[in-house]
């Protein structure tokens, strides 16, 4: 079930399902240590009963305040005479989740209602081993576990504390949880539990006929109790309100600080832009990481979920963000990889946020024989990552302070790591983690990584190496065209792959041949890529109502049982790697609309709230697997930034188009230019 909802500060993250329930609860990073165990219930009682906001009763509207990270959310429901709008944001600086509830009585009667949050806290992802008690110095529940306390609070007016209360036991001997208690509206008020638990608090609002009421709640998160306390403190003497208003002025300038002018944007891709540069910053860690994504649903199917940092997808995200104008992210990024990389110039395949090696289905040994398990793609791409990073913030310090651990090591690691008979890389896995072999996508990264590893080191006048970077670039390039290539189709193969220790072809047509151009190896226009992409539309677009690129023939990932006539279910990035390529190749205005076409396509596949899945389902469009996928945003913002910057170029250059036509788009080469990378 995708997040609708996503609100955070770098180290504490709040995620909504589609029904409104807090689903995921990340702290102290983006990512890492998911508590909770049960989904929160929010629910209200009036008439007798208790309706949870999941309930059918409720029509549910979940979207954000206009270019913040402030959630705005509209509960309705006729049956029982109330309307609520709510409002979700996690404090920038401190570590403290808040909503504010505007109810509205609809019936033209004076009542008495009931509000009730439940926790469904584990924490550390346990479910023993913790305690839920009420705090009668704070007049809050709090639940604690070792070095990971939260506390809970809400307030009506200027009342603040919990009166209601009860913390108990869940999921163990039967009990369901505290949530079921209130079911009758009236809690237990036990005031303490260990073990398996979780809690709810009530609190009663008097509404006047068809008047309203506001009611604030909010989570303090920390690792003493002394911690929370000064949170609470802090939230109380602020006022929620203070803090909500500050958080949503501070993200509204934050997404518009370039002041750029975007009206050569329709306003529907300006708020799809917008909006994906504020979701990819909840995806950033304080330090320095960038998940993939945070949907925990995931793991019922897949055993594990997508909360790491993958190197390729961060240096991607990285660079896209800093197209945009947010070097900051590229910055943090580059910090965590000079920390994690191996000290013989290579990644592994994921990391945690906190740099620890993630868990990997990638083997150290085949074919009894010991073997590299990586994806030299996230190597590459993070050393190409650093020489854009450097043409666009010209930091020379920066480069200085990572040069051994981000340019020398790895750039010698990737000349080293080649077959001497073939010229390509030697044999890693590939960009979907699926296979092992030489591929397409790999060689370029690794052909653009070395080229950008000669930029950097030609900085400091290291003749050798910029001569020794630039000729094995050009060796992979070469290579490329002699292995790679399939003259009797006429386009790039997906790659070679190991078949009982020996490379075999592999003629799959496979979207991530993107790369060569993208990556500035094949100029955008040549035949070699023109025929390649040709192939890509023609055989992986989705030939149904919803349309879309699958990633390659055949795909089998997260495929459903009525989509036999398809090559695979629609992915975002690889529909708009069409585009990418559409502005790449352009040479007037009127062939870049195809790429805004293709942007309009993924919004069309957003959430109301314009959070993007990483596929969506070939027959009903639905959202499958994660959502919001992070480089599913990116990629919005990289196609945005490379749509402006061919148009302008395009308007300055008039009559000059032919020699646009022939510009070789490469790391070293990118500043003030348009194309597939600027």
């Not at 910053?281 to 979920?305: F, K, P, R």
């Not at 963000?321 to 910055?331: L, N």
Request: net charge negative; aromatic share 10%; proline share 4%.
């Amino acid at each position: 079930m995708p997040r609708d909802l996503l609100v955070g500060n770098g180290s504490f993250l709040v995620a909504f399902d589609a029904q409104y329930r807090l689903a995921d609860l990340y702290y102290p990073h983006v990512g890492l240590e998911n508590h909770v165990g049960e989904r929160f219930r929010f629910g209200v009682w009036t008439d007798d009963a208790v309706t949870w906001i999941e309930d059918d009763r409720w029509q549910r509207t979940l979207t954000y305040l206009r270019e913040t990270i402030v959630t705005d959310v509209r509960c309705h429901s006729d049956s029982l005479g109330l309307r609520l709008r709510c409002n979700d944001a996690v404090d920038s600086e401190r570590d403290v989740y808040i909503r504010k509830i505007v109810i509205k009585n609809l019936r033209g009667e004076a009542r008495r209602i009931k509000l009730f949050f439940h926790q469904g806290l584990d924490l550390y992802g346990g479910t023993s081993g913790e305690t839920a008690m009420f705090d009668p110095d704070s007049r809050s529940i709090i639940h604690y576990k070792s070095k990971r306390y939260f506390l809970i609070n809400a307030g009506v007016d200027a009342k603040i504390g919990v009166d209601e209360y009860a913390c108990g036991r869940s999921g163990i001997g039967g009990s369901e949880g505290t949530w079921r208690d209130a079911e009758d509206g009236v809690l237990s008020m036990n005031a303490i539990q260990q073990g398996a638990v979780d809690s709810t608090i009530g609190v009663p609002v008097d509404l006047d006929a068809n008047g309203s009421a506001t009611v604030y709640y909010w989570m303090c998160a920390g690792k003493r109790y002394g911690d929370v306390r000064e949170l609470d403190r802090y939230v109380r003497e602020e006022t929620p309100a203070r803090i909500l208003s500050r958080t949503g002025s501070l993200w509204y300038t934050w997404v518009n600080k370039s002041g750029e002018d975007l009206s050569d944007l329709p306003e529907e891709i300006i708020e799809l832009y917008r909006r994906s540069l504020l979701i990819v910053e909840t995806q950033c860690d304080h330090d320095g990481g960038i998940v993939a994504a945070t949907d925990s649903d995931i793991e019922w199917g897949h055993n594990d979920h997508y909360a790491y940092i993958w190197p390729r997808d961060a240096a991607l995200v990285s660079d896209a963000m800093g197209r945009a104008g947010f070097p900051e992210v590229a910055r943090r990024f580059l910090t965590f990889a000079r920390d994690t990389i191996s000290n013989d110039g290579y990644f592994l395949h994921k990391y945690t946020p906190d740099g620890a090696l993630a868990p990997s289905w990638s083997p150290w040994v085949r074919n009894g024989k010991k073997q590299l398990p990586i994806q030299e793609d996230e190597t590459a791409l993070t050393v190409w990552l650093l020489a854009r990073h450097y043409e666009r913030t010209r930091d020379l310090e920066f480069v200085r302070a990572s040069y051994k651990r981000l340019v020398i090591q790895p750039a010698d690691f990737m000349c080293a790591y080649r077959d001497e008979a073939t010229g390509l890389p030697l044999p890693s896995f590939d960009i979907w983690e699926e296979r092992q072999g030489v591929f397409t996508f790999t060689a370029s990264a690794v052909c653009a990584g070395l080229e950008a590893a000669a930029s950097l080191v030609n900085l400091f006048n290291e003749q050798e190496r910029h001569a020794k970077y630039t000729k094995a670039a050009a060796d992979i390039r070469d290579a490329m065209v002699r292995h790679l290539w399939l003259d009797d189709e006429n386009r790039f193969a997906r790659g070679l792959v190991i078949n009982d220790d020996h490379l075999t072809i592999d003629r799959t047509i496979d979207a991530s041949v993107f790369a060569t151009f993208f990556l500035g190896v094949f100029p955008a226009e040549s035949a070699l890529v023109e025929e390649t992409m040709r192939a890509v539309r023609e055989k992986l677009w989705v030939q149904t109502e919803i349309g879309g690129v699958a990633r390659y023939e055949a795909d089998a990932y997260q495929k459903t049982a009525d989509a036999d006539a398809v090559p695979g279910n629609p992915w975002l990035i690889c529909t708009l790697w069409l585009a990418e390529h559409a502005i790449a190749r352009a040479t007037s205005v009127a062939e870049l609309q195809s790429a805004l076409d293709l942007v309009r396509w993924a919004r069309s596949k957003a959430r109301p709230s314009l959070v993007l899945p990483e596929q969506v389902h070939p027959h009903t469009g639905a959202a499958l697997s994660v959502a919001p996928f992070t480089w599913s945003h990116a990629q919005v913002i990289s196609v945005v930034r490379g749509y402006l910057d061919a148009l302008r170029f395009l308007r300055r250059h008039d009559g000059e188009i032919a020699a646009r036509a022939t510009e070789k788009i490469s790391p070293a080469n990118v500043v003030d230019k348009p194309g597939p990378v600027s």
